[in-house]
């Protein structure tokens, strides 16, 4: 299969995205996350140097490969090149979406950052493949970042998006149902996964609340 087609057999269905954060048994545990069923892992590290986090973007990289997750690089879409990554997540501050398409392909995948309605009908009007929306919650994991609210969760199920999309920001196993309720049809999440004792159970326990 060539390039131009993983993209666009895995992104359809997705409903679970693990975002890393920097931590030393991360390979181990996104190796657990993935057979509890998370479909797209983004390698997310703010502070490493760019040829620090290649070594581990390559054995992320294989992990998902060898389990049939995607895997994405948050931000960097040189980073994403180099690697050979599946894809590419992007928000307000990152580069256009068809710079990063430019650079990667046309059957890359391309996720969006959107804090609201408009800004997510925007990004899937601009090409977006799938939308990361939030934050739904105050998350220690992004202090800086600004709260959307389990209402704009509510405000967006209504809109019949045609891209997948997944409420991000303080889903944890105790939040998640109420995010569901809210009408998330996907959750992206840091800590629920990665903090927990039992990832690979987590990730499970996370699917089953959006069934
Ligand atoms: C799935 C997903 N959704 C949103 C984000 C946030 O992206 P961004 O707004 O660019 O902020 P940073 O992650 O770069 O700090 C994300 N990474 N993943
Ligand atoms: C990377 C990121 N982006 C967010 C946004 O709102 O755009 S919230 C977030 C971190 C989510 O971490 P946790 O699952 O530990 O709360
Ligand atoms: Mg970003």
């Known amino acids: 299969m060539g390039p131009e087609e993983v993209g666009d057999l895995k992104i359809d269905g997705a409903r679970l995205l693990l975002v890393t954060d920097p931590r030393p048994d991360l390979v181990a545990r996104v190796e657990a996350a993935v057979r509890g069923g998370v479909d797209i892992v983004q390698l997310r590290d703010k502070r490493a140097p760019v040829e620090g986090l290649i070594p581990l973007a390559e054995e992320l990289k294989d992990v998902c490969e060898r389990a049939g997750a995607l895997f994405t690089v948050n931000d960097d879409v040189e980073l994403a090149r180099r690697v050979g ?15 990063a398409r430019s650079v990667l392909g046309t059957g890359a995948v391309v996720g969006r950052s959107a804090g609201g309605v408009a800004e997510a009908l925007e990004a899937v009007r601009g090409g977006a493949d799938y ?30 998006l045609q891209v997948p999309w997944f ?12 995010v569901a309720e809210a009408g998330a049809p996907g959750f992206a999440v840091v800590r629920a996964v990665l903090d927990a004792e039992d990832p690979e159970g987590a990730a499970r326990a996370l699917r089953v609340i959006l069934e």
């Open 167 to 178: 409420a991000i920001g303080g889903v944890t196993l105790e939040t998640a149902p109420h």
């Open 85 to 99: 990554a599946d894809g590419v997540h992007l928000g307000e501050d990152d580069d256009p979406t068809p710079r």
């Open 131 to 160: 939308l990361g929306v939030g934050a739904v919650y105050a998350t220690p994991t992004k202090p800086e970042g600004e709260v959307a609210g389990l209402e704009t969760i509510r405000a967006l199920s209504r809109e019949n």
